[in-house]
């Protein structure tokens, strides 16, 4: 079956500009993961969505940074006023239900590089 | 805080067997997690742990050691194809705490 799939793969703009980044998860996946990975870095966990409830978003850097997630499927994570710090990789991932003994799986991820 | 360490990059020979290793301090745990991401692309799953021991995949074996904080990866047979990075990774309730990997070189 399909696998996790993100838009747009690459996307460049300029500094103070706002970007909008799709996930469309595993269906029937509950579990909506995002990470931001940074040149060389390991994954930092950004947010995450399970179900209908409230997101942990402890791992959010700023206030610039926001996701959303609807009817349970699709999310969209939103950078605002983009700095160049920001440029990194971001990786959503979807899982079963978040439970304990679950991986997760990796869409291909959205490279944005702020100018 | 959380922290994941692994070495940054190792080096071994087609055919060898190398050994990837990481430890954890972590407020909770869950699981241990491997994962291989190639240059470029998402990361994929290898192999989990939640009890103390050895799991064995084919080639990847995957140890752990709860009280010791730590765990391995074993790559046997080692192919070109294998050159990638290796990501630890502690899952905690429900997140994810992800070392920064290691990235493997295979050379002929």
């Known amino acids: 079956g399909a696998g996790v799939s993100q838009s747009p793969s690459n996307k460049v703009t300029e500094k103070g500009k706002d970007v909008e980044l799709r996930c469309d998860p595993i269906s029937g996946h509950t579990a909506l993961y995002w990470y931001r990975q940074s040149l060389g870095q390991g994954l930092e966990f950004l947010i995450y969505?399970?179900?209908?409830?409230?997101?942990?978003k402890s791992g959010l850097p700023s206030d610039r940074f926001s996701a959303e997630r609807t009817g349970g499927s699709v999310s969209t994570l939103t950078i605002q006023r983009t700095q160049q710090e920001d440029s990194a990789v971001y990786l959503c991932?979807?899982?079963?239900?978040?439970?304990?003994?679950?991986?997760?799986?990796f869409g291909p991820g959205t490279r944005l590089l702020v100018l | 805080g959380q922290n994941i360490d692994q070495p940054t990059e190792m080096t071994a020979t087609e055919g060898a067997i190398v050994q990837i290793n990481c430890t954890y301090q972590t407020s909770g745990f869950n699981g241990l997690f491997w994962y291989q991401q190639h240059a470029g692309e998402a990361p994929t799953f290898l192999s989990y742990n939640v009890l103390d021991g050895l799991e064995e995949k084919g080639r990847f074996s995957s140890f752990l050691s709860r009280s010791k904080g730590y765990s391995y990866l074993l790559l046997k047979e080692l192919q070109m194809k294998d050159s990638a990075s290796y990501l630890c990774a502690v899952k905690n309730f429900n997140k994810f705490y992800f070392g920064s990997g290691t990235k493997l070189n295979v050379k002929p």
């Open positions: 969505f399970q179900g209908n409830s409230a997101p942990d």
């Open positions: 991932a979807s899982s079963t239900s978040g439970g304990a003994l679950e991986t997760q799986y």
